[in-house]
Protein backbone atom coordinates (compact mmCIF):
# COMPACT_ATOMS: atom_id res chain seq x y z
CA UNK A 1 0.00 0.00 0.00
CA UNK A 2 1.33 3.48 -0.69
CA UNK A 3 0.87 6.28 1.79
CA UNK A 4 0.35 10.41 0.84
CA UNK A 5 0.96 13.46 3.24
CA UNK A 6 -0.33 16.81 4.61
CA UNK A 7 2.49 18.88 5.54
CA UNK A 8 1.37 21.71 7.16
CA UNK A 9 3.32 24.84 6.60
CA UNK A 10 1.29 27.93 6.98
CA UNK A 11 2.06 29.28 9.75
CA UNK A 12 3.74 32.32 11.10
CA UNK A 13 6.09 31.48 13.91
CA UNK A 14 4.76 33.56 16.11
CA UNK A 15 6.24 32.03 19.33
CA UNK A 16 9.84 31.77 17.20
CA UNK A 17 9.99 35.46 16.49
CA UNK A 18 11.16 35.08 13.10
CA UNK A 19 10.54 37.78 10.43
CA UNK A 20 9.23 35.54 7.26
CA UNK A 21 7.52 32.04 7.50
CA UNK A 22 8.91 29.76 10.24
CA UNK A 23 8.85 26.54 7.69
CA UNK A 24 11.81 29.09 5.50
CA UNK A 25 13.77 29.52 8.83
CA UNK A 26 17.15 27.26 8.26
CA UNK A 27 18.26 24.88 9.95
CA UNK A 28 21.94 23.53 9.40
CA UNK A 29 21.94 25.65 5.96
CA UNK A 30 18.01 23.90 4.56
CA UNK A 31 14.66 25.27 5.66
CA UNK A 32 12.52 23.11 8.00
CA UNK A 33 10.50 23.37 5.15
CA UNK A 34 12.88 21.05 2.99
CA UNK A 35 13.77 18.99 5.99
CA UNK A 36 10.14 18.11 6.94
CA UNK A 37 9.52 17.20 3.19
CA UNK A 38 12.62 15.11 2.18
CA UNK A 39 11.82 13.01 6.02
CA UNK A 40 8.98 12.21 4.74
CA UNK A 41 9.85 11.42 1.00
CA UNK A 42 12.58 9.04 2.70
CA UNK A 43 10.47 7.25 4.31
CA UNK A 44 8.27 6.38 1.39
CA UNK A 45 5.73 8.50 1.25
CA UNK A 46 4.32 8.59 -2.49
CA UNK A 47 3.10 12.25 -2.52
CA UNK A 48 2.61 15.33 -0.40
CA UNK A 49 0.31 19.00 -0.10
CA UNK A 50 1.70 21.35 1.28
CA UNK A 51 0.23 24.60 3.27
CA UNK A 52 1.94 27.79 2.38
CA UNK A 53 0.77 30.89 4.06
CA UNK A 54 -1.63 32.88 1.43
CA UNK A 55 1.14 35.13 0.06
CA UNK A 56 4.04 32.69 0.29
CA UNK A 57 2.97 30.54 -2.11
CA UNK A 58 5.33 31.04 -4.63
CA UNK A 59 7.85 31.41 -2.18
CA UNK A 60 7.50 27.60 -1.36
CA UNK A 61 6.84 26.46 -4.81
CA UNK A 62 10.72 28.08 -5.90
CA UNK A 63 12.03 25.34 -2.67
CA UNK A 64 9.77 22.48 -3.61
CA UNK A 65 9.32 22.67 -7.42
CA UNK A 66 6.76 20.42 -7.88
CA UNK A 67 8.47 17.70 -6.60
CA UNK A 68 10.96 17.30 -2.93
CA UNK A 69 14.41 18.09 -3.71
CA UNK A 70 16.21 15.18 -3.49
CA UNK A 71 13.56 12.81 -4.39
CA UNK A 72 12.05 13.97 -7.92
CA UNK A 73 9.78 11.00 -8.08
CA UNK A 74 7.82 12.66 -4.97
CA UNK A 75 5.37 15.55 -6.65
CA UNK A 76 4.09 17.94 -4.44
CA UNK A 77 1.39 20.69 -4.57
CA UNK A 78 1.43 23.73 -2.34
CA UNK A 79 -1.52 25.28 -1.45
CA UNK A 80 -2.31 28.38 0.69
CA UNK A 81 -3.22 27.47 3.98
CA UNK A 82 -6.45 29.13 6.10
CA UNK A 83 -6.30 31.06 9.30
CA UNK A 84 -5.72 27.95 11.58
CA UNK A 85 -3.72 24.56 10.99
CA UNK A 86 -7.13 22.76 11.31
CA UNK A 87 -8.35 25.36 8.15
CA UNK A 88 -5.00 24.75 6.89
CA UNK A 89 -4.92 20.94 6.67
CA UNK A 90 -8.51 21.15 5.32
CA UNK A 91 -7.06 23.01 2.58
CA UNK A 92 -4.39 20.61 2.07
CA UNK A 93 -6.49 17.37 2.27
CA UNK A 94 -8.59 19.20 -1.18
CA UNK A 95 -5.78 18.74 -3.32
CA UNK A 96 -4.79 15.51 -1.82
CA UNK A 97 -6.43 13.68 -5.10
CA UNK A 98 -4.95 15.91 -7.49
CA UNK A 99 -1.62 15.45 -5.90
CA UNK A 100 -1.75 11.22 -6.16
CA UNK A 101 -3.07 11.27 -9.24
CA UNK A 102 0.80 13.21 -10.42
CA UNK A 103 1.54 10.10 -8.44
CA UNK A 104 -0.30 8.00 -9.97
CA UNK A 105 -1.50 6.47 -6.52
CA UNK A 106 -5.12 5.32 -6.50
CA UNK A 107 -6.92 7.39 -3.68
CA UNK A 108 -8.86 4.88 -1.61
CA UNK A 109 -10.91 4.70 1.17
CA UNK A 110 -8.46 3.29 3.29
CA UNK A 111 -5.70 4.72 1.41
CA UNK A 112 -3.17 5.60 4.19
CA UNK A 113 -2.79 9.90 4.82
CA UNK A 114 -0.56 11.48 7.12
CA UNK A 115 -0.60 14.58 8.67
CA UNK A 116 2.53 15.82 9.41
CA UNK A 117 3.91 19.79 10.65
CA UNK A 118 7.16 21.20 8.91
CA UNK A 119 7.60 21.94 11.97
CA UNK A 120 8.88 18.92 13.23
CA UNK A 121 11.00 18.46 10.72
CA UNK A 122 13.68 15.87 12.39
CA UNK A 123 11.41 12.77 12.84
CA UNK A 124 13.15 10.18 11.91
CA UNK A 125 11.28 7.60 9.25
CA UNK A 126 11.07 5.09 11.88
CA UNK A 127 8.32 7.08 13.28
CA UNK A 128 6.46 7.86 10.11
CA UNK A 129 7.11 4.13 9.63
CA UNK A 130 5.14 2.69 12.62
CA UNK A 131 2.35 5.59 11.78
CA UNK A 132 1.85 4.33 8.51
CA UNK A 133 2.12 0.25 9.29
CA UNK A 134 -0.45 0.95 11.62
CA UNK A 135 -2.98 2.43 9.32
CA UNK A 136 -2.15 -0.35 7.24
CA UNK A 137 -2.90 -2.93 9.82
CA UNK A 138 -6.37 -1.34 10.30
CA UNK A 139 -6.09 1.04 12.58
CA UNK A 140 -8.18 3.94 11.47
CA UNK A 141 -6.67 6.84 13.51
CA UNK A 142 -2.87 6.74 14.86
CA UNK A 143 -1.00 9.11 16.83
CA UNK A 144 2.70 8.54 17.70
CA UNK A 145 3.30 9.69 21.82
CA UNK A 146 5.20 9.83 24.35
CA UNK A 147 4.77 9.51 28.05
CA UNK A 148 4.87 13.30 29.67
CA UNK A 149 7.41 14.23 32.17
CA UNK A 150 6.02 17.52 33.66
CA UNK A 151 3.71 16.97 36.11
CA UNK A 152 0.52 18.92 34.21
CA UNK A 153 -1.75 21.08 36.47
CA UNK A 154 -5.85 21.97 35.29
CA UNK A 155 -6.14 25.48 36.37
CA UNK A 156 -9.12 27.27 36.81
CA UNK A 157 -9.10 30.00 33.26
CA UNK A 158 -7.90 29.30 29.81
CA UNK A 159 -4.59 30.16 28.39
CA UNK A 160 -4.84 33.52 27.02
CA UNK A 161 -1.80 34.22 24.06
CA UNK A 162 0.53 35.84 26.43
CA UNK A 163 1.10 32.21 28.46
CA UNK A 164 1.05 30.55 25.37
CA UNK A 165 3.99 32.91 24.09
CA UNK A 166 5.43 33.21 27.50
CA UNK A 167 5.14 37.10 27.62
CA UNK A 168 5.47 39.40 30.00
CA UNK A 169 4.51 37.85 33.20
CA UNK A 170 0.82 36.37 33.41
CA UNK A 171 -1.23 36.63 35.64
CA UNK A 172 -1.46 34.44 38.81
CA UNK A 173 -3.73 31.21 38.12
CA UNK A 174 -5.69 29.05 40.59
CA UNK A 175 -4.71 25.44 40.39
CA UNK A 176 -7.63 23.14 40.27
CA UNK A 177 -6.54 19.39 39.59
CA UNK A 178 -3.58 17.25 39.12
CA UNK A 179 -4.42 14.40 36.77
CA UNK A 180 -2.64 11.41 37.15
CA UNK A 181 0.36 11.35 35.21
CA UNK A 182 0.17 7.45 34.40
CA UNK A 183 -2.42 7.67 31.88
CA UNK A 184 -1.10 11.12 29.86
CA UNK A 185 1.21 10.80 26.52
CA UNK A 186 1.95 14.22 24.66
CA UNK A 187 1.61 13.39 20.97
CA UNK A 188 3.39 14.36 18.28
CA UNK A 189 3.00 14.10 14.32
CA UNK A 190 2.97 12.51 11.53
CA UNK A 191 -0.69 11.39 12.74
CA UNK A 192 -1.85 9.00 10.34
CA UNK A 193 -6.05 8.24 9.01
CA UNK A 194 -7.47 6.19 6.67
CA UNK A 195 -8.44 8.73 4.12
CA UNK A 196 -12.38 8.54 4.33
CA UNK A 197 -11.72 8.65 8.05
CA UNK A 198 -9.45 11.52 7.51
CA UNK A 199 -12.03 13.77 4.83
CA UNK A 200 -14.87 12.66 7.21
CA UNK A 201 -13.48 14.15 10.37
CA UNK A 202 -12.73 17.49 8.60
CA UNK A 203 -16.18 18.12 7.08
CA UNK A 204 -17.80 17.27 10.70
CA UNK A 205 -15.57 19.71 12.70
CA UNK A 206 -15.75 22.57 9.88
CA UNK A 207 -16.88 24.60 12.09
CA UNK A 208 -14.32 25.10 14.76
CA UNK A 209 -11.42 25.82 12.30
CA UNK A 210 -12.38 30.06 11.84
CA UNK A 211 -9.83 30.79 14.37
CA UNK A 212 -7.06 28.99 16.16
CA UNK A 213 -8.93 29.92 19.41
CA UNK A 214 -11.55 27.16 18.48
CA UNK A 215 -9.88 24.87 16.58
CA UNK A 216 -8.77 21.59 16.68
CA UNK A 217 -5.21 21.30 17.73
CA UNK A 218 -4.61 17.93 16.37
CA UNK A 219 -6.61 15.96 13.58
CA UNK A 220 -7.19 13.07 15.97
CA UNK A 221 -9.27 14.67 17.99
CA UNK A 222 -11.57 15.47 15.21
CA UNK A 223 -11.50 11.92 14.49
CA UNK A 224 -12.62 11.34 18.35
CA UNK A 225 -15.04 13.68 18.32
CA UNK A 226 -16.82 10.98 15.53
CA UNK A 227 -16.64 8.18 18.05
CA UNK A 228 -14.12 6.10 16.25
CA UNK A 229 -11.20 4.68 18.05
CA UNK A 230 -7.76 6.38 17.89
CA UNK A 231 -4.72 4.36 18.43
CA UNK A 232 -1.39 5.54 19.35
CA UNK A 233 2.46 4.58 18.27
CA UNK A 234 5.61 4.98 20.20
CA UNK A 235 6.71 8.77 18.88
CA UNK A 236 10.31 10.07 19.75
CA UNK A 237 11.99 13.00 21.17
CA UNK A 238 13.58 13.72 17.92
CA UNK A 239 10.26 14.28 16.44
CA UNK A 240 9.89 17.74 18.53
CA UNK A 241 8.53 21.14 17.17
CA UNK A 242 10.38 23.66 16.86
CA UNK A 243 7.97 26.44 18.65
CA UNK A 244 10.73 28.73 20.73
CA UNK A 245 13.90 29.95 19.81
CA UNK A 246 15.25 27.23 22.66
CA UNK A 247 13.60 24.39 20.33
CA UNK A 248 15.52 26.17 17.81
CA UNK A 249 18.78 25.91 19.31
CA UNK A 250 18.07 22.25 20.34
CA UNK A 251 17.12 21.63 16.82
CA UNK A 252 20.55 23.15 15.74
CA UNK A 253 22.77 20.99 18.45
CA UNK A 254 20.99 17.91 17.11
CA UNK A 255 21.51 18.63 13.27
CA UNK A 256 25.12 19.57 14.11
CA UNK A 257 25.57 16.45 16.17
CA UNK A 258 24.79 14.76 13.45
CA UNK A 259 26.17 16.14 10.72
CA UNK A 260 29.75 15.62 12.47
CA UNK A 261 29.20 11.99 13.92
CA UNK A 262 28.40 11.27 9.95
CA UNK A 263 25.04 10.56 10.09
N1 LIG B 1 0.18 25.79 10.53
C1 LIG B 1 -0.54 25.87 9.34
N2 LIG B 1 -1.54 26.81 9.22
C2 LIG B 1 -1.83 27.66 10.22
C3 LIG B 1 -1.12 27.56 11.45
C4 LIG B 1 -0.11 26.61 11.57
O1 LIG B 1 -0.28 25.12 8.40
N3 LIG B 1 -2.77 28.58 10.05
C5 LIG B 1 1.26 24.79 10.66
C6 LIG B 1 2.61 25.41 11.01
O2 LIG B 1 3.26 25.89 9.84
C7 LIG B 1 3.33 24.28 11.71
C8 LIG B 1 2.21 23.45 12.32
O3 LIG B 1 0.99 23.90 11.72
O4 LIG B 1 4.10 23.48 10.83
C9 LIG B 1 2.16 23.57 13.83
O5 LIG B 1 1.91 24.92 14.17
P1 LIG B 1 2.83 25.80 15.14
O6 LIG B 1 3.97 25.05 15.65
O7 LIG B 1 1.90 26.51 16.06
O8 LIG B 1 3.48 26.86 14.10
P2 LIG B 1 3.11 28.37 13.89
O9 LIG B 1 1.63 28.54 13.88
O10 LIG B 1 3.87 28.83 12.70
O11 LIG B 1 3.74 29.04 15.18
P3 LIG B 1 3.06 30.09 16.19
O12 LIG B 1 1.81 29.42 16.73
O13 LIG B 1 4.11 30.36 17.21
O14 LIG B 1 2.72 31.31 15.35
MG1 LIG C 1 0.48 28.11 15.70
Known amino acids: MVALAVLTAAGSGTRLGCRGPKALVELGGQTLLERAARGLADAGIAALVVTAPPGEVDGFERVLPGHVPGAPHVPVLV ?8 ASVAAGLEALPAVATLAGVELAEDTPV ?9 TPA ?19 GLP ?13 TTDAASGPTPEVRRVVATPDRSH ?8 GFRWS ?5 HEHGRA ?13 SLVEALGLPVDMVRGDTLALKVTSRTDLLLAELLVEGALTSGG
Do not use: F, N, Y
Not at 131 to 143: F, I, P, R, T
Not at 148 to 160: C, I
Not at 184 to 191: H, I, K, R
Not at 197 to 201: G, K, P, Q, S, Y
Open 79 to 86: VAGGESRQ
Open 114 to 122: LVHDAARCL
Open 126 to 144: EVIGRVVAAVEAGSVAVVP
Open 148 to 160: VTDTLKEVASPMS
Open 184 to 191: LWGVQTPQ
Open 197 to 201: VLLHA
Open 208 to 220: LAATESTAATDDA
